[in-house]
């Protein structure tokens, strides 16, 4: 082979790789805004469910599982969110999750165990049908951070939540997803309307807006 023909052959595998490269990096930006999506449309689903039925609907992510997940579940009744560092959750048992409380469950448990109080069993459970059956994002994506006011800090670990309440309103949210390259797509979810809004970067809001029912504006550390 002549060196010309070695410097076109070196020529056509550099454009070949360069262009993989790119193919590759745009069908990974192409599942972080599916993933995006997803969780825009899942957030939507809950949001009517929560008016249509007159409950309270929480979407669950998974993040510690290899393939995130999303989980649909329902509470029956009334249930009052608390923040995590709250003084009255602090004053009760660890261990329990303390984001939610049925004040019925609360009452009965404080009457049978004056020595342990405990905010009493989750009213939660999941939705039965098809259309809220557990979903996963898409392949190599994950969830990574879940910003919520009910949380003093951004959930990076074990299960988070974002609440949909009866009366059409729901927690100002945000959701990082990312892929195997730490590239970070987010998702803002709107507290009047449940609709989401997609950010190509890892969005951070300065403060989340208060989500109507009267719980302090919680803010977020840069």
Same mark, same amino acid.
């Given at each position: ?19 993989? !490269?790119?193919?590759? @990096?745009? !069908? /990974? ?14 957030? *939507?689903?809950?949001?009517? *469910? ?6 309270? &609907?929480?979407?669950?992510? $998974? ?21 995590? =560092? $709250?003084? /009255?959750?602090?004053?009760? %048992?660890? @261990?329990?999750?303390? /984001? ?15 020595? +342990? ?10 939705? %039965?049908?098809? *259309?809220? #059956?557990? *979903? ?6 994950? !969830?990574?951070? !879940? ?19 009866? @009366? ?6 945000? &959701? ?5 390259? $730490? #590239? &970070? ?15 190509? +970067? ?8 208060? =989500?109507? +029912? ?9």
């Amino acid at each position: 082979m002549t060196l010309i023909e070695i410097m076109v052959v070196i020529l056509i595998i550099a454009l070949a790789s360069t262009a993989a !490269v790119y193919g590759l @990096g745009a !069908v /990974t930006q192409a599942n972080l805004r599916s993933a995006c999506m997803t969780i825009n449309a899942a957030s *939507r689903g809950a949001y009517g *469910r929560s008016i249509a039925e007159g409950t309270t &609907v929480r979407l669950v992510f $998974d993040l510690d599982a290899d393939q995130s997940t999303m989980a649909f579940e329902e509470a029956h009744g009334r249930v009052t969110l608390t923040r995590t =560092d $709250d003084a /009255t959750r602090a004053q009760l %048992e660890e @261990g329990e999750d303390g /984001t939610v409380v049925d004040p019925w469950a609360a009452a009965e448990a404080r009457l049978s165990n004056t020595l +342990h109080p405990t905010f009493g069993a989750s009213p939660f459970s999941a939705i %039965e049908g098809n *259309r809220f #059956r557990t *979903r996963e994002l898409p392949n190599g994506i994950r !969830v990574v951070r !879940v910003i919520v006011p009910h949380e003093p800090e951004p959930v990076e670990e074990g299960h988070a939540a974002i609440y949909f309440f009866p @009366g059409g309103q729901t927690e100002n949210a945000v &959701v990082w997803v990312s892929d195997a390259n $730490d #590239r &970070v797509f987010s998702v803002e979810i709107h507290p009047l309307t449940g609709r989401g809004t997609v950010y190509d +970067h890892a969005y951070e809001p300065e403060q989340l807006l208060d =989500d109507g +029912h009267g719980r302090q504006r919680s803010e977020v550390e840069r």
